[in-house]
């Protein structure tokens, strides 16, 4: 299957993404773009005047990110064990945190609070409990 095929696949910066920068006047600092995958949502932050990097625990992902810019700084990481040392202004999610189980999303949140800035933000985009099931895939964010 090619990453083209993948439905969470996008060339372009995610609209919710577009729409919730534009609304909070968000203009330039830094990005970590988790879960990179194929790298769009980087490279898209990058040419909007972000400095940014783009994790993966895919060693595949992030080697096939790193080829098609030099200006990101692609990474092979894990939320849950990561190596990353600096901090952002900004962390970016559309297909990590909805893939861990209810046991490892404490985990995942103290690793993001680390690596934010005091006043950085989280965009984070996943599946909720509003979403129908469809008998497989992501976990699915619930309110409690």
Known sequence: MDVEDIPWYFPSL?????K???NLNINSGTFLDLGTGPGTQAIELEKRGFTVTGTDISKHAFEKA?????NVNFTQDDIL??????QF??????G?????????????VETVR??????GLLFLKCFSDKV?????????????
Not at 81 to 86: A, F, I, Q
């Open 14 to 18: 995610d609209p919710d993404l577009e």
């Open 20 to 22: 919730a920068l534009d």
């Open 66 to 70: 790193s080829k098609l810019s030099e």
């Open 81 to 86: 064990n990561s190596k990353l040392t600096k």
């Open 89 to 94: 202004d900004n962390v970016f999610d559309r």
């Open 96 to 108: 990590c945190f909805h893939i861990m189980s209810e046991e490892k999303r404490l985990k995942y």
């Open 114 to 119: 680390e690596l934010l800035n005091t006043d």
């Open 132 to 144: 129908p099931e469809t008998g497989g895939g992501p976990y699915r964010a619930q309110r409690k």
